[in-house]
């Protein structure tokens, strides 16, 4: 965690991404600045330089603004939504964020396509033990 921290505090525009992210949380939640930085223990100062995107704050206080929205550091940190079992490849993860936005027509299309494949490689495992003893025969 602590190299997407160095990362982040790096890059002005993960900065502001993050800051943005934090901003709308507490917002959604209908809370001030001073509000979510007493639930934090922070100064309102500071959250405010967060949601600027000016600092990052430190892992501790990253863990407990987390928990103040209930969301995850790495929702804060990347903008990765929150799920109860992520996707692990972010270049699929990108592709079906993008999906989101298809006409309905389109999106069953693709499913259909990622079904499809699912079956074939399902089937080819399935196959290949066979293939494997036929072979040794």
């Given at each position: 965690m602590n190299n997407r921290i160095e990362l982040l505090m790096q890059d002005?525009?993960?900065?502001?991404?993050?800051?943005?992210?934090?901003?709308?949380?507490r917002k959604q939640r209908h809370?001030?600045?001073k509000e979510l930085a007493a639930r934090v223990d922070i100064r309102f100062q500071l959250l405010n330089k967060y949601e600027s995107g000016q600092h990052i704050p430190?892992?501790?206080?990253?863990?407990?603004?987390?928990?103040?929205?209930d969301t995850t550091v790495?929702?804060?940190?990347?903008?990765?939504?929150?799920?109860?079992?992520?996707?692990?490849?972010?270049?699929?993860?990108?592709r079906f964020q993008a999906m989101e936005t298809f006409n309905e027509e389109d999106r069953i299309?693709?499913?259909?396509v990622i079904?499809?494949?699912?079956a074939k490689h399902r089937m080819e495992a399935a196959l290949t033990p066979m293939d494997k003893q036929a072979a040794s025969s």
């Open positions: 002005s525009v993960l900065r502001k991404a993050f800051g943005t992210r934090l901003k709308q949380l809370w001030a600045q430190p892992a501790e206080t990253l863990i407990r603004l987390a928990q103040a929205m790495d929702y804060l940190l990347t903008g990765n939504p929150m799920e109860e079992t992520p996707l692990a490849n972010s270049m699929l993860f990108k299309t693709i499913i259909k079904d499809a494949m699912i």
